[in-house]
């Protein structure tokens, strides 16, 4: 909402905060219907400031050169929703981009690249929204054009966690709300890849009518070409029947690899980064690659209480990629108190016997997602060869909204930030807000 009608400009000198100047540098950016105020986020701009907008006339305008994409650094305040920015340059109006997280900068790029020259851009609020008691406002911190040949170290990954509940009937959408929302602000994420820690469905039925509804909630992913890849839990299985009971008690252990409607409508095509599988038409234990903050990441799906020759296909897989930062995603693996699991249930191997024979054996690799048990946990284990190794529960089984797991990587600082957030009702987890220096990008 609008709290001040009059127009502010910032004065070359400082910082207009209770009257006084008093920045190191002049910020860059003149605004109408907002302030100049100092900055609260991080990283700290040079000016130590940043411009506040609070009303759908609110706008900061600047001169930039340069060619390329436009970046803009922000964050917001969150009021039933995100703040989102309109971005014009020179004019004309580029694009527009959702301000994700109310304490990180970030680095948003808007709209496609312009040639070089001084530009004139201007950043404007679109979506004011003010109820007692909280006011969507945005802060922008910077704005620059991209450096040709400048690598971005900034990107994340999501992680859904299990979907089974959002696949019961075709009137719930909260799994195509998830998938839509990610694609909308792929680029504000600078998304390179979405993982899923299993029980996409909640048991198959004769018409398979659970997997269409997962089926067409993962097309937006598809149609946007994000690379992606499902791990599959218990009751992706046949294993698992109508009511979420057991299909056959006496032929469980022989079920739980019976995966064939699955694979039916989720193949390594879709998925679009499989580098290799360990059966040949099944997607249950497979690994994709992408290289994302100038370095190279390697997503390796294993099935539930792996055979003991999925883990050693698997440890043939990490030994051959050495450069690769790995992130393994299997359906159990700690569980709501962030303990190992010690029970292969009716698999074939333990989470334990998974850590011992392959997690901790490795120097690259830096990530473990599960989901199956608990709501959300995390542990930090560290490998035989001294590598830390980041652990995340996320399961939920969620009757009201659609959280997804975020996971920001910044290659330059050696860091991971990730939060929870459920777009359905625009719900944050915070509680599950966790950030780690030093984490050992290999480059």
Sequence with gaps: MALAAATVVAAAGG??????????????????????????????????THASLWGNSSYATTSISGSGRVLIGAIGDNCQGWPTVRVTVDGVSVGQTTIVSATNYGTYPVGAAVGAGQHTVKIQLINDFRADPCDRNVHIGYARMETAGATDTKFSFAVLPDTQQEVLNSSDT????????????????????????????????????????????????????????????????????????????????????????????????????????????????????????GAQWLVLTLELWPRVEAVNWARN?????????????????????????????????????????????????????????????????TGVNGNKIYSFLQTFHSNTTNPVRLVEIDTAANSLRTWIYGPYNNQSFTEYDRSFTGIGVVR
């Design 15 to 48: 910082v207009l905060v209770g009257g006084t100047a008093n920045a190191a540098e002049p910020s860059q950016f003149t605004v109408v219907e907002g302030a100049i105020r100092t900055a609260t986020g991080t990283p700290v701009p040079a000016s130590g």
């Design 174 to 293: 909260r799994f195509l709300n998830r998938t839509n929302w990610l694609v909308q602000n792929r680029s504000a994420l600078d998304l390179r890849f979405v993982a899923s820690s299993g029980d996409v469905v909640n048991w198959d039925t004769p018409d398979h009518s659970q997997y269409v509804i997962a089926r067409n909630a993962m097309r937006p992913i598809e149609n946007a070409a994000i690379p992606y890849s499902l791990a599959l839990g218990n009751h992706d299985t046949q294993a698992t029947g109508v009511g979420g009971s057991a299909r056959d008690p006496a032929h469980t252990r022989e079920l739980v690899r019976d995966t064939t409607v699955f694979n039916q409508y989720f193949t390594a095509s879709q998925y679009r980064a499989v580098k290799g599988q360990f059966e040949a038409g099944k997607v249950d234990n497979s690994y994709s690659t992408f290289e994302a903050g």
């Design 317 to 381: 897989v990490v030994a051959a990629n050495p450069r690769h930062n790995v992130i393994v995603v299997t359906h159990d693996y700690i569980d709501g108190n962030a303990n190992i699991e010690q029970s292969a249930s009716y698999g074939a191997t333990s989470p334990q016997y998974l850590f011992d024979n392959l997690i901790k054996q490795y120097a690259n690799i830096r990530f473990v997602f599960s989901g199956h048990v608990g709501v959300a946990a995390n542990r930090v284990d």
